[in-house]
């Protein structure tokens, strides 16, 4: 019994096999291969209906999509720096806050460099070798603020040092 059982399943499987090897490649149904062979310029109105209708219509076109598209954004490559005044040379950590003057309209400070040369500086001057900006000038101290790129594309990153009066000696 179970020899038959088997020959009537060898002969179905061999009929299935042989019906399906002799059939032509299924074509996809008509309407999707007209969609995907539409030209994307814009839909002619039917008749009676105005631009509107035309509009409303191709909103719901979506444009086609790059599956190996990057999502990386490539920026340009950074230009070398090159200092344009000498408290630019050097970076904040090494510059030397010696002086303030405050009593005036526009209070002045002088940073002195490591190789013990004094420069004056104001509000809105260039310091350090990240294109550092004095912000702002205190009875003690001079803050600069550092902008640099962050790493998602179009973030900005400022930080702001803090250059102070030594303490006097006792």
């Known amino acids: 019994m179970h020899k038959i059982f088997r020959g009537y399943i060898c002969l179905l499987a061999l009929i299935l096999l042989v019906i399906s090897c002799g059939k032509k490649e299924s074509k996809a149904p008509e309407g999707v291969v007209k969609r995907i062979h539409q030209p994307k310029a814009s839909i002619p109105p039917k008749p009676g209906e105005g631009a509107q209708a035309v509009m409303d219509r191709s909103f719901f076109q979506l444009p086609e999509r790059n599956p190996f598209r990057t999502y990386i954004v490539q920026s340009a ?3 070398v720096f090159e200092p344009k005044i000498p408290l630019q040379r050097y970076e904040l950590s090494q510059l030397r806050l010696v002086a303030v003057v405050w009593g005036i309209p526009t209070p002045v400070g ?3 460099t490591p190789d013990g040369k004094g420069y004056t500086v104001k509000r809105g001057d260039l310091v350090g070798n990240k294109n550092g900006r004095v912000v702002s000038i205190t009875e003690n101290s001079i803050v600069i603020e ?12 400022v930080s702001r040092f803090t ?8």
């Not at 550092?146 to 990153?157: A, M, N, S, Y």
């Not at 250059?163 to 006792?170: A, F, R, T, W, Y």
């Open 146 to 157: 550092e902008k640099r790129k962050g790493f998602v594309p179009g973030d900005i990153k």
């Open 110 to 112: 002088m940073i002195e």
């Open 77 to 79: 490559p950074e230009e």
């Open 163 to 170: 250059l102070s009066l030594p303490l006097p000696k006792e």
